[in-house]
């Protein structure tokens, strides 16, 4: 799939019916937007299954890692934002933390997190992969369709951006 260019904005405009993550993501990586269909992780403080997810192939798919927006850890490092680039995964939103900020903001990945934190997660295997997350009140469908860019994250029932 191409990267198709889209504005957020402009999404919202015209599919006023989507849903906005009102929550304050910042965004890692070098690309500042990406889109495609929901994978679901529900990852609390253990990145064990988002390791997993990353290591098969992401069809273009956006990852939606749930940590509950919990402090006490980081999901995503460098590591894992190198799988997301070999196995075609088109971003990853993180309800938490990352780390390595710096060599992320290197990479050609597009990730949106709440912020960093240097510490590792526990790796127990503990979480859930494809289940219905609510985040900051909204709800995330496996399937779903996600657009980021630097207004902001949308979630759409469908393509918002398939040929009419």
């Known amino acids: 799939m191409s990267m198709q260019s889209f504005s957020t904005a402009d999404l919202l405009d015209q599919h006023p019916e989507s849903t906005v993550m009102m929550e304050d993501f910042i965004s890692f990586g070098m690309n500042t937007s990406f889109f495609g269909q929901a994978k679901t992780i529900y990852a609390p403080e253990d990145n064990s299954l988002v390791r997993q997810a990353l290591e098969t192939d992401g069809n273009n798919q956006v990852l939606i890692v749930d ?12 590591q894992l934002a190198l799988l997301a680039i070999k196995n075609s995964w ?8 990352i780390r390595d900020s710096a060599v992320i903001s290197e990479m050609p990945v597009g990730i949106k997190a709440l912020g960093t934190n240097p510490r590792k997660s526990d790796k127990q295997n503990r979480g859930e992969i494809n289940i219905k997350l609510t985040i900051a009140q ?27």
Do not use: F, M
Not at 67 to 78: K, N, Y
Not at 90 to 97: L, N, S, T
């Open 67 to 78: 940590g509950g927006g919990s402090r006490a850890c980081a999901l995503i490092g460098d």
């Open 90 to 97: 088109a971003g990853i939103v993180v309800h938490g933390y």
């Open 138 to 164: 909204v709800t995330v469908k496996p399937g779903n369709w996600v657009y980021s860019d630097a207004d902001g994250i949308i979630i759409a029932e469908q393509n918002l951006l398939a040929p009419k």
